[in-house]
């Protein structure tokens, strides 16, 4: 829990946003998210993230790829 005082003493503008100083709830998601995620608990993270570097590797890299 001192990681997460010591995110929200730093304020929004440590997180980027610069034009209101107030935490709201979606605002407080980036702090705790980035502190606290682990994927590795969560099997569906491992999968959509297998699922979207496949899908990523089928995408056209020009025009001459796109099939009619």
């Known amino acids: 829990m001192a990681r997460l005082q010591a995110a929200l003493d730093a304020g929004p503008a440590a997180y980027g946003r610069t034009e209101d100083q107030r935490w709201t709830l979606a605002r407080i998601a ?10 590795e608990l969560n099997p569906v993270e491992g999968a959509w993230s297998h699922l979207k570097r496949g899908l990523g590797n ?9 099939a009619a």
């Open 30 to 39: 980036l702090p705790i998210g980035r502190l606290f995620s682990a994927p």
């Open 58 to 66: 089928l995408a056209t890299r020009g025009v001459d790829q796109l």
